[in-house]
């Protein structure tokens, strides 16, 4: 047999080594299924056993958009709905470096003529290594960013895409712009912005939905957690007062040569603060072209001594108490010795009969120590306290400064002598305006008030006008009297700042000029501050005015340069709320006897 | 109910007996009725075909909703854009500054004091003032100072000796000559100086090249 074997299969073997037995076939079919079962089933133990959620996960992923709803900040009205900041759909142009690379000269000069970039810097990010994501430009205006992305896709560029990214616009550039403040890339720097920062930021949501084709797939998943936008912050302020202001303030300032200075306007019945510049000033929309201490409130944040528009309250308080009366007659030495150093009227003079409204009119240091000597201990001190001097208005505005009115431990002679007339306290712009402001309101101090409504600032504090609060400081007869007096000053004949006086009204005003404390020595440095407060008309006020000049290089005082400011504002508000003169006489208060 | 008909079986007991035998009711076989089965075949399968082919429409007409939908979305979306962009454009023209800088180009100027008419008694209030054009309001920041650069400070020349004639003119140039010049001197003495300076310091080197 065994020979025969090699026979049969030399006879079968060319069949046999081309399709093999049938058996051998199967086998062979069976093998290579095994073999490709045993694949797939080991892959279904990877894919199900090991770590079924992550594949899960990509595969949701598959489709899914997520998209960030973008809370539309609340804007920063002006009283009557104008905005001084409002919020545009903005987009951000970014690039994907790795495919602007190649011609990253031709998008850089296409791109830095249409959107306002610079050329070098845009290349450099165009040409970026080891990078997929570069901004090109931010807050572009979102018709501007899609019509530019648009362009460069028609021109054949590769590789620039947009991203929502809302923009701050401060559409009256530098007004009211230290009091808005302004916003860095994504955050509130300063001023209300920041202060109100949580009302206004609102809260950002998102959208999670599955696309195919661009499209959203109806019945498809979907989550949307709705943004919820921030809400508007109305200010008491007048846009177009407030404009005007700075204005009169720039050219003041200008033309006095002075280091700075700082307008208050306010609503007498209300409190409510019309206008409050600040000058220098710096443009809301470019706020890192300014230097840092232009960019606040001086007229919240800087101290200063308010000199003789203080006399005002000095000398109501007197009238008040029943110690004097205007027709009161003082004699007023050229000098007045005292404790520790001689006073001086800013006129040299000899010994002249004043009546008190000559005190005022003539703004008469002596005369105002003689009147307030009639003082009890302490009452003076609590008079200013109700006028609300050395406290914080809380109007809403960063930085406030409480002012200093010393203390009663330190409430010497001395110190009330100087007191007296606006030396040795210090105050800020608003707090004075709103003590001056008792005057013209009868009397009774209206609380100042930035915002209309009300709201919470980030330290917590509740602000607005809902939450004015009045108190009676003086008699109505007395805030009368103080008025008349005060009309005095802006008399051609008498009074010391005829320039303040706003033809065919009653004015009642008073000058400041006060020596200056310097940052380095802490003393008087030779510096004045020049003011002038008042209100109009004299007997129906409807606005209180207050002008400070700090360090005027021409050596002018608070009549000559403050004065026609003050005029002008003044003048201007009245006509603008028409308002019209009373057309009753002004007061005849004799100065001397 | 059977004791009427007992009642009137009783009552007239011969009378067509055949009849009443032959009206007798006897119990119909039950007999198995087969509905015809293509209607209710058809109608199911028209009510499964109708209710693919309504799904397959109403999915369709979603999709197109969609398309819409993402079509006026983006639609809205650049119009409201486009609103944003012109209200911000609205915004500057409104701007106090832009106004005022408008109507100074059209030659108006700050308004006088007004006078007010009172309609109840036909009495005027106030005394109206024609404006002052002096006492406009600067609206414009003063033009910053030119660098140096393109400002330089005026450069003086001496005036050639002219002799006698005019002594008193000449004796200003001279002096305003001599000191504008003197800084100037000054400033060549010094240039001259460094070249010197530059020179005595190359000089020793030269003769060790040699």
């Known amino acids: ?593 | 109910m059977s004791s009427p008909a007992v009642q009137f079986r009783s009552r007239m007991p011969r009378i067509a007996e055949a009849a009443v035998e032959r009206a007798r009711l006897t119990v119909v076989p039950r007999r198995r009725v087969r509905a015809a089965r293509v209607p209710f075949v058809s109608l199911v399968s028209l009510v499964l075909l109708g209710g693919v082919i309504g799904l397959l429409l109403f999915n369709t007409s979603m999709q197109q909703a969609s398309f819409a939908a993402t079509s006026l979305e983006s639609q809205a979306s650049t119009l409201s854009a486009r609103e944003q962009t012109l209200r911000m454009e609205l915004d500057v023209l409104r701007n106090p500054q832009h106004v005022a800088e408008q109507a100074r180009k059209m030659g108006m100027v700050t308004a006088g004091s007004p006078a007010f008419l009172s309609l109840a008694d036909g009495k005027v209030l106030g005394d109206a003032t024609p404006p002052d054009p002096a006492q406009n309001v600067r609206i414009l920041p003063p033009a910053p100072p030119m660098p140096a650069v393109l400002n330089p400070a005026p450069t003086f020349v001496d005036a050639p000796d002219q002799g006698l004639g005019n002594g008193h003119g000449h004796g200003h140039g001279a002096s305003s000559a001599s000191r504008g010049h003197g800084s100037g001197r000054n400033n060549t003495a010094s240039h001259e100086n460094h070249q010197n300076h530059k020179h005595q310091n190359n000089q020793p080197h030269l003769p060790q090249h040699r």
């Open chain 1, 1 to 593: 047999m065994p020979p025969t074997r090699p026979q049969r299969a030399g006879l079968r073997r060319p069949r046999g080594s081309l399709r093999g037995a049938a058996h051998v076939r199967l086998r062979l079919g069976f093998l290579v299924i095994a073999m490709v079962l045993s694949v797939f089933a080991g892959r279904l133990v990877q894919l199900q056993g090991i770590d079924p959620n992550s594949y899960a996960a990509m595969a949701a992923a598959e489709g899914m958009v997520q998209v960030a709803l973008k809370a539309e900040r609340g804007d920063i009205l002006d009283r009557n709905g104008k905005p001084l900041a409002d919020s545009v759909d903005g987009e951000m142009v970014v690039a994907d470096p790795y495919m602007t690379s190649d011609d990253a000269p031709e998008l850089a000069k296409f791109l830095s003529s249409r959107l306002d970039i610079d050329y070098f810097a845009t290349l450099k990010k165009l040409r970026e290594t080891d990078s997929r994501f570069e901004y090109l430009a931010r807050r572009v205006p979102s018709t501007v960013a899609t019509d530019v992305v648009n362009a460069a896709e028609e021109a054949g560029f590769e590789g620039i895409a947009t991203r929502p990214d809302p923009i701050r616009d401060y559409p009256a550039a530098d007004v009211a712009a230290n009091l808005v403040g302004f916003m860095g890339t994504d955050e509130a720097l300063g001023g209300l912005e920041r202060t109100f920062d949580a009302q206004l930021a609102g809260k950002d949501g998102s959208a999670r939905y599955e696309v195919g084709g661009g499209n959203r797939i109806p019945l498809g998943e979907s989550t949307i957690e709705r943004a919820v936008d921030g809400r508007d912050l109305r200010t008491t302020i007048d846009l177009d007062l407030q404009w005007y202001t700075q204005r009169v303030l720039a050219q003041t300032v200008q033309d006095s040569r002075a280091e700075s200075g700082f307008a208050v306007v306010m609503d007498t019945r209300t409190g409510e603060i019309l206008a409050e510049a600040d000058d220098p000033t710096f443009d809301a929309n470019h706020p890192l072209e300014s230097p840092d201490e232009d960019r606040g409130a001086r007229s919240m944040s800087g101290v200063y001594e308010p000199g003789s528009v203080e006399k005002v309250l000095t000398l109501s308080a007197l009238i008040d108490a029943g110690k004097v009366t205007p027709r009161t007659r003082l004699e007023v030495p050229g000098e007045l010795d005292r404790e520790d150093r001689p006073i001086h009227d800013w006129f040299p003079h000899g010994l002249i009969h004043l009546t008190l409204a000559g005190v005022i009119a003539k703004s008469s240091n002596i005369g105002t120590v003689l009147a307030a000597d009639k003082f009890d201990s302490g009452e003076l001190r609590s008079y200013l306290t109700r006028f609300g001097l050395g406290q914080r208005t809380d109007i809403g505005v960063r930085g406030e400064t409480k002012g200093i009115l010393p203390g009663p431990s330190q409430w010497t002679h001395q110190v009330q002598d100087r007191i007296a007339f606006g030396q040795s306290l210090s105050v800020n712009a608003v707090q004075m305006a709103a003590a001056v402001n008792t005057i013209a309101n009868g009397g009774v101090r209206v609380s100042p008030s930035l915002i209309q409504g009300s709201a919470i600032t980030d330290d917590g504090t509740v602000v607005g006008s809902d939450h004015t609060t009045t108190r009676r400081v003086v008699s109505e007869k007395a805030a009368r009297d103080t008025a008349h007096m005060m009309e005095r000053v802006v008399d051609p004949d008498v009074g010391v700042a005829p320039a303040a006086a706003v033809p065919g009204y009653r004015v009642a005003g008073k000058t400041g000029t006060a020596q200056r404390v310097g940052e380095e020595c802490g003393c008087y440095d030779g510096t004045f501050t020049v003011s002038f407060a008042g209100f109009a008309p004299a007997d129906d006020p409807r606005f209180t005015v207050y002008v400070v000049v700090q360090n005027p290089g021409n050596g002018g005082g608070g009549g000559s340069v403050a004065g026609p400011a003050f005029s002008k504002i003044m003048s201007y508000a009245l006509r603008r709320y028409a308002v019209p003169p009373t057309g009753t006489h002004p007061s005849r208060l004799p100065v001397e006897w």
